[in-house]
């Protein structure tokens, strides 16, 4: 089998790998920024005041999982600034992955809260909680469920 690998020393591969994180924490944090500035906009709107205890409460929540998301992205970047010139680059990397799979869900509840409270807000509870759940499935079929397939069959691939 001919050899597939990087000839890259073990610093290399982890400054690799911290720079495609940090590309990764990019693309989360324009997803967040957007989803975040729409929520912060609705109290302005004039038809927020009509919004029941149920949809106020889902918009807070949105808002908080907005800012706790907000707080994982930029965390890789405080404990860099932290392990910056120590020789911890594996600790960094390890860290930042975790964070970042973290991130992803904080990003994908995000997604499902909103799109639940504009349904509900626009065409009624049933919808906002139908749309929530199937968000839900879509969510644990495309972004959990795929990743481990496609990782599995790579496994499968790599032992013919």
Do not use: C
């Not at 495609?20 to 729409?38: N, S």
């Not at 869900?105 to 049933?126: C, K, N, Q, Y």
């Amino acid at each position: 089998m001919a050899r597939t690998g990087r000839n890259e020393s073990t610093e290399e591969k982890m400054d690799r790998n911290w720079l495609e994180l940090i590309q990764e924490l990019r693309v989360l944090q324009t997803g967040v920024q957007i989803l975040g500035g729409f929520l912060l906009t609705l109290p302005f709107q004039s038809r927020f005041s009509t919004l029941d205890d149920w949809q106020t409460g889902l918009y807070l929540f949105n808002v908080l999982v907005a800012s706790l998301t907000t707080i994982l992205i930029v965390l890789p970047v405080s404990i860099h600034r932290r392990l910056f010139r120590r020789g911890l680059k594996a600790t960094l990397v390890s860290s930042a992955d975790t964070i970042t799979k973290l991130a992803l869900a904080g990003v994908s509840l995000l997604i499902v809260g909103s799109a639940a409270l504009v349904f509900d807000v626009t065409m009624g509870r049933d919808a906002g909680l139908l749309t929530g759940a199937a968000l839900v499935l879509v969510v644990l079929v495309i972004v959990v469920g795929l990743p481990f397939w496609i990782h599995r069959k790579a496994l499968q691939n790599r032992e013919d």
